[in-house]
């Protein structure tokens, strides 16, 4: 167990809806990452927050949003979703900024779009 | 073309066997180099990391990394049914982290 808790562990909805993933980090670590991972694009880094505040962004669509709130839980919220968005959805996290500090993954929520 | 290439596999091996696994990628920039491991169904956890060119071991896995040929590898000795997972590398330039695609790896009893 990585310590980094993410809900729901899956997630079927329809295209054009909305959906939120939500993300607890381990205890202590500031960082929160967002990945996407498919079966053609592999690993994809989204968007990274550190204390609140975003820090780096990868590969995100405008569709896509997330925050990291005061007790620095995260939530990446989807939006009119489509049938490629359907993958699974990886929160990391690591206690400094830097991205090359070791990163915790969570067990993803696998997201599929009908 | 991808800045980081990594053959899908799958790769099969039998137990005790000698298994390298490689990685390409084409910026120059990078200086962090790690690999991931990946069981079924699970989130990825960091097997080894390295900075810059050389050799790093721990306990059966030895990272490498070549810089001039851009090119990075692990080696897992005396592989086990329990090592069978996809392996992730990983690479840096600071900013943000780029993984490969994953090489599926089966090791037959």
Redesign the interface.
């Known amino acids: 167990d ?1 310590g ?1 808790t993410q809900t729901p562990k899956h997630l079927i909805t329809a295209t054009g809806q909305r959906v939120t993933l939500r993300c607890s980090p381990r205890s202590g670590d500031l960082s929160v990452y967002w990945y996407q991972q498919s079966l053609d694009q ?4 989204l968007i ?1 927050y550190y204390n609140g505040e975003e820090r ?1 962004k ?1 590969n995100i669509l405008e569709r896509f949003s997330a925050q990291q709130f005061p007790d620095l839980h995260s939530e990446l919220n989807l939006s009119s979703l489509e049938l490629g968005d359907s993958a699974l959805y ?1 929160c ?1 996290s690591s206690a400094t900024g830097d ?2 500090t ?7 929520t696998r997201l599929t779009v009908v | 073309q991808k800045e980081v290439e990594q053959d899908p596999g799958p790769l099969s091996v039998p137990e005790g066997a000698i298994v390298s696994l490689n990685c390409t990628y084409s910026n120059s920039a990078f200086q ?1 180099f790690m690999w991931y491991r990946q069981y079924s ?6 097997l080894m ?1 390295t900075y810059s060119s050389g050799n790093k071991e721990d306990g059966r896995f030895t990272a490498q990394v070549d810089k001039s040929s851009k090119y990075i590898s692990l080696f897992i000795r005396d592989s086990q049914p329990s090592d069978s997972a996809t392996y ?1 590398c990983a690479m ?1 330039p ?9 090489t599926r790896l089966s090791i037959r009893p």
Do not use: H, W
């Open positions: 990585s980094v592999g690993l994809q880094f990274q780096a990868g990886f990391a991205v090359n070791e990163a915790f993954f969570g067990q993803g | 962090y169904r699970k989130g990825p956890e960091l990391y992730l840096s600071a900013s943000k982290i780029i993984f490969g695609s994953g």
